[in-house]
């Protein structure tokens, strides 16, 4: 019965290994990271493009600003922004009506964007949309 062989690396390969995670390691976790905070930003914008959108058919049906407020803001609020504003524009133009919404978007890592280039620990986004009057 043979023992069995013991395979051996090579004298310069044994730490390769290691050091080429090392040097990995922090790219991945950059793009992690970056990965993260621009999904937020999208969930975010795409929330207050919603609430926006839900704002306008509310307004061009003829639904009182207060109510239109009180439907509105909590979908808002589930976007996580920091700060939102609404502006309804009831006469937009051509028998139009116009909803935005505004929120401010705090950074998760602000010094990895400051480190690649962006300025400010915040971002503001913004929802709009347009609808055709129908009352």
Do not use: H
């Amino acid at each position: 019965m043979r023992k069995p062989t013991r395979i051996r690396a090579r004298d310069g390969q044994r730490g390769a290994s290691l050091i080429e995670f090392a040097l990995v390691l922090p790219i991945m976790l950059v793009v992690t990271f970056l990965v993260v905070d621009f999904g937020r930003a999208f969930f975010m914008r795409n929330v207050l493009e919603q609430a926006a959108r839900e704002g306008a058919r509310q307004l061009a049906v003829g639904t009182s600003p207060d109510s239109i407020l009180a439907r509105v803001t909590p979908l808002a609020s589930l976007s996580g922004a920091g700060s939102i504003s609404f502006n309804l524009q009831p006469s937009y133009g051509n028998g139009q009506v116009r909803s935005v919404v505004t929120g401010q978007l705090r950074w998760l890592y602000p010094g990895l964007l400051r480190f690649l280039g962006a300025s400010g620990d915040s971002m503001t986004l913004t929802g709009a949309c347009t609808m055709r009057r129908e009352y």
